[in-house]
């Protein structure tokens, strides 16, 4: 489903700077004809992910942003570390390590008209919706982006520390700056490079960002999660009554009520 045909021209600035920004610049015309043929699928969730794929095969590289996600990953690390002093001096308080979790969902590759700021600042951001949810004693916590990951990891051990239980849900295959699941960190991997929360059948999903978030609109019925992103777009920040790059915490059945059952 797509939201609004703004989502489209999402898509086409997303896919068309992919191919700029990772040197490609001559594949110009010929995304640009692949294009105008998937905009015409219902799925959202199913054209951004099989787009990419097409930007990847089109530059030969299984995974165009490699080098940018381990550069991503060190940032990461640097913040992860003071967030991890912050939640030690506040006994792991839950409400503080979502409100930390929702913020940190500041990096994106290509989102229309987004200007990120620097994650060492946003991670304190407070929250313009924040909807408490009674979390089950085990949850699948899917991941987004690689330099969030690092503090999404933090996260997770606030809610072990809660008597939790966090199982983390990655892809298998590449898709633009995110997490690709790992097996050495118990991750759970879901086929593909479509979002995790397709695949997820039962149990409570607590997920990360803005795709996972309109993933959960064509696929969560019915099913309990908690929901964590900013509003980087237009689109969702109009139809949330939000600031732009307002951070979010909103339970799923909420998000469905908000924004359209379509």
């Known amino acids: 489903m797509w939201l609004e045909d703004e989502c489209k021209l999402c898509l086409v600035h997303s896919r ?8 490609g610049a001559a594949l110009l015309p010929k995304i640009l004809i692949y294009l105008s043929q998937a905009l015409e699928k219902r799925s959202r969730s199913e054209v ?13 590289s299984p995974d165009p942003y490699g080098d940018y996600k381990k550069r991503l990953a060190e940032i990461g690390r640097e913040v992860a570390a003071i967030v991890e002093r912050r939640l030690e001096e ?5 409400r503080l390590a979502m409100r930390i979790a929702a913020a940190a969902n ?10 990120p700021r620097k994650l060492e600042s946003a991670i304190w951001d407070e929250p313009a919706i924040e909807e408490r ?5 085990r949850l699948y916590y899917v991941i987004d982006n690689e330099g ?34 790992d097996s050495r960190r118990g991750f759970l991997a879901t086929p ?8 997820i059948e039962e149990g409570f999903v607590l997920a990360k960002g803005i795709a996972n978030a309109e993933a959960y609109l064509e696929w969560g019925a019915g ?3 908690l929901l964590l992103f900013r509003a980087k777009c237009d689109v969702l920040s109009r139809r949330l009554g939000v600031e732009k790059n307002a951070s979010i915490i909103i339970s799923g059945e909420s998000l469905r009520r908000l924004l359209g059952d379509n």
Not at 16 to 23: E, K, Q, Y
Request: glycine content about 6%.
């Open 16 to 23: 068309t700077s992919d191919i700029v920004r990772l040197g």
């Open 48 to 60: 951004f992910a099989e787009s990419f794929k097409a930007v990847a095969s089109m530059l030969k």
């Open 90 to 94: 506040a006994g792991w308080d839950l």
């Open 106 to 115: 500041i990096i994106d590759s290509n989102v229309l008209g987004y200007r």
């Open 133 to 137: 949810v009674e979390l089950p004693e």
């Open 148 to 181: 969030e990951a690092q503090i999404d990891y933090v996260v997770m051990e606030a809610l072990r520390r809660n008597g939790i239980t966090p199982v983390p849900v990655a892809r298998s295959e590449p898709y633009e700056i995110d997490v690709i699941a």
């Open 192 to 199: 593909g490079n479509i979002s995790p929360i397709r695949w």
């Open 223 to 225: 099913k309990p999660a």
